[in-house]
């Protein structure tokens, strides 16, 4: 190899070591999986009015992120996909509209799905709208988690309902 294509290598790999790497993770109970890895479409929309996920954005706030939903084997047991902001947020940045997208291979009988704000107690249902936007969190903190639950209530065996993609838009 010439000189001058080993330098040029050298100064190549000097400057992608420069260039910052950020590597956005979605939590699913105990699992992590690159978001990047995650590339799938979630199901549509059941017989539910759906408000269309239009979102406003602000100069200074605006993320998105998506997950594998949790498959749910057990009813009564409390099942998180977390899904974390991406990219640098302000701290100071503002909610102004929140859009979701969830799926799962079936519905079953009892199934309970609640999109929550940085904790489990600051949640509301979203069950019969698989794609919606909402104001439920405006003038919060963008740069917080956002979670889905999913609780199937009731006795007896269940066939397990397998997570697709879910996405979140703050």
Do not use: H
């Not at 709208?129 to 104001?135: K, P």
């Not at 269940?158 to 838009?169: C, E, L, N, S, W």
């Amino acid at each position: 190899m010439s000189i001058n294509k080993l330098k040029l290598k050298n100064i190549i790999v000097c400057i992608a070591l420069l260039i910052p790497v950020q590597s956005v993770f979605a939590q699913t109970g105990t699992t992590i999986v690159p978001a990047t890895e995650i590339m799938s479409t979630p199901l549509s929309v059941e017989n539910a009015p759906v408000t269309t996920a239009v979102m406003a954005f602000t100069n200074s706030g605006a993320w998105s992120n998506q997950g594998s939903g949790p498959a749910i084997y057990s009813k009564n047991i409390l099942d998180t996909l977390i899904i974390n902001p991406s990219g640098y947020i302000p701290p100071t940045a503002k909610i102004t509209a929140v859009s979701w997208s969830w799926g799962i291979s079936y519905k079953p009988v009892g199934l309970s799905v609640r999109l929550c704000y940085d904790a489990i107690n600051n949640c509301f249902g979203i069950t019969n709208l698989q794609n919606g936007s909402a104001s439920n969190f405006n003038n919060l903190l963008a740069n917080k988690k956002m979670i889905l639950t999913f609780n199937v209530q009731g006795t007896g065996m269940m066939t397990p309902a397998y997570g697709q993609i879910d996405r979140v838009i703050v």
